[in-house]
């Protein structure tokens, strides 16, 4: 069964930097869409960017010029770099790909 792992949440001060990364556990589960999505204490899950298998990206307004998706084929990865964290960003951050969702990791931004 292919499962798609995060890591690279944390603790981080306000301004802050974490990269995300989102690993396939199967090789063969070649990237195709695959997006970030995040969900705060309370509130709905929201997405946050994503990347085509083109390489076509887009990105919710609220991380927009913060934020970058990435991938490194070769590796089945897809990474989030986010860059001048603030508390606002604090969520669970969850990987997707068409239906298969990942575990989450927590991302923790301190005032």
């Known amino acids: 069964q292919v499962q798609l792992v995060e890591s690279g949440g944390g603790l981080v001060q306000a301004g802050g930097s974490l990269r995300l990364s989102c690993a396939a556990s199967r090789s063969i589960f070649s990237i195709n869409t695959r997006s970030w999505y995040r969900q705060a204490p309370g509130k709905q899950r929201e997405f946050v960017a994503v990347?085509?298998?083109?390489?076509?990206?887009n990105y919710a307004d609220s991380v927009r010029g913060r934020f970058t998706i990435s991938r490194d084929n070769a590796k089945n990865t897809v990474y989030l770099q986010m860059n001048s964290l603030q508390p606002e960003d604090t969520a669970v951050y969850y990987c997707?790909?068409?239906?298969?969702w990942g575990q989450g990791t927590q991302v923790t931004v301190s005032s």
């Open positions: 990347i085509t298998s083109g390489g076509v990206t």
């Open positions: 997707r790909q068409g239906d298969l």
